[in-house]
C-alpha cells in the first residue's frame, strides 16, 4: 500500500524559511516522479513543484520559482520542499504526491502558517 | 500558461446523474485526470487518462475528453459524492490544475 506521510510544516514568519518533508512507502520511490501541491484555505489546488526519480530535475511554478526547492533522498525514501523568503500567499496545506501526469497517492498534508 | 476552466458549482438529486465539465484550449489532444476531494481530507484520483478508473473507484464514475472540454459523470449520485471536484492536465512539464467544482447533492 502506498503511504506518503508530510512533516515540517508548522508557523513561519514572513520572510522566513521552511523545510517540509514526505516519507514515502510502498512502491519503489527512486523510480517516481515526485510532487508538491498546495491549498490555501478555502481554496483549489495549485502544484507547487515536482521531481523526477533518479535524474533528480526539478520543476516549479512561476510563483514559487527561485524561492522554494524541491530535493529527494532516494536512499531513505523521503522528499523535500525548502521554502526560503516565505509570503503570506504561501500559507497553504502542502501535500506529496506520487507521479505527476496523475497524482495517484497522496499524503495527508502539513500545514504552513505565515505569521509575523 | 496553459488554464483549466470549472463551473464554481453544480447541484444534482440523488440517483440523478451529475455532469461536472472541464475546459481548455485543445484539451482532447491531452490526457485529463479528476480528483475528489470530500471536506477536510486530501483529494483522491477517480479518473485518469480521460476514462479510466482506479482501482476501488465505483463504476458510477466516468470520464470523457474531446475537443475543448472534459467531463466528468457521476452516474446514480449519492450523498456521498458530496464534495469538490478538480480536473487536472498536465502541459510542457507543469501540473494544471483547474479551480474545482463544488457538487452538491440535494
Known amino acids: 500500500e502506498v503511504q506518503l506521510v508530510e512533516s515540517g510544516g508548522g508557523l513561519v514568519q514572513p520572510g522566513g524559511s521552511l523545510r517540509l518533508s514526505c516519507a514515502a512507502s510502498?512502491?519503489?520511490?527512486?523510480?517516481?516522479?515526485m510532487t508538491w501541491v498546495r491549498q490555501a484555505p478555502g481554496k483549489g489546488l495549485e502544484w507547487v513543484a515536482s521531481?523526477?526519480?533518479?535524474?533528480?530535475?526539478?520543476y516549479y511554478a512561476d510563483s514559487v520559482k527561485g524561492r522554494f526547492t524541491v530535493s529527494r533522498d532516494n536512499s531513505q525514501n523521503t522528499l523535500y520542499l525548502e521554502m526560503n523568503t516565505v509570503r503570506g500567499e504561501d500559507m497553504a496545506v502542502y501535500y506529496c504526491?506520487?507521479?505527476?501526469?496523475?497524482?495517484?497517492?497522496w499524503g495527508q498534508g502539513t500545514l504552513v502558517t505565515v505569521s509575523s | 500558461s496553459y488554464e483549466l476552466t470549472q463551473p464554481p458549482s453544480v447541484s444534482v438529486s440523488p440517483g440523478q446523474t451529475a455532469s461536472i465539465t472541464c475546459s481548455g484550449d485543445?484539451?482532447?489532444?491531452?490526457?485529463i485526470c479528476w480528483y475528489q476531494q470530500k471536506s477536510g481530507q486530501s483529494p483522491v484520483l477517480v479518473i485518469f487518462?480521460?476514462?479510466k478508473r482506479p482501482s476501488g473507484i465505483p463504476e458510477r464514475f466516468s470520464g470523457s475528453n474531446s475537443g475543448n472540454t472534459a467531463t466528468l459523470t457521476i452516474s446514480g449520485t449519492q450523498a456521498v459524492d458530496e464534495a469538490d471536484y478538480y480536473c487536472?492536465?498536465?502541459?510542457?512539464?507543469?501540473?494544471?490544475f483547474g479551480g474545482g467544482t463544488k457538487l452538491t447533492v440535494l
Open positions: 485543445r484539451l482532447g489532444d491531452k490526457y
Open positions: 504526491a506520487k507521479d505527476w501526469q496523475q497524482l495517484e497517492a
Open positions: 521531481m523526477s526519480g533518479r535524474g533528480g530535475k526539478p
Open positions: 510502498g512502491f519503489t520511490f527512486g523510480s517516481h516522479v
Open positions: 487536472q492536465a498536465w502541459d510542457s512539464s507543469t501540473v494544471v
Open positions: 487518462q480521460d476514462r
